[in-house]
């Protein structure tokens, strides 16, 4: 799985999306990979807005699912660690877009 995120500009708030390319499987497992990306961000999306709120900023980014995810443990350790990276590249100055 890849996160990909801007930072537009002011107002446009936090904006979250779930692609699964036609590559990843049939409909059925693209529909159960992003519902199962989708549960895992509503469980962990606090680590995020948190930092949103102290950084007074706005960001859009979109999980990009590889392959179909069928264990939410997996999705959801997938999901932490892209999140936490995101976290320390928004808190990084250097780093914004």
Known sequence: MNLRYACPDKGEGI???FIAPKRTGTAVQRNRT???MREAYRLHQFELTD???QLENDVHFAFIAR???NNFDSVEN???TLLGKLRTRLLSPSEHI
Do not use: D, F, G, P
């Open 78 to 80: 997938e999901v932490v």
């Open 51 to 53: 930092t949103m709120s």
């Open 15 to 17: 904006q979250v999306s």
């Open 67 to 69: 392959k179909a995810l």
């Open 34 to 36: 992003k519902r199962l």
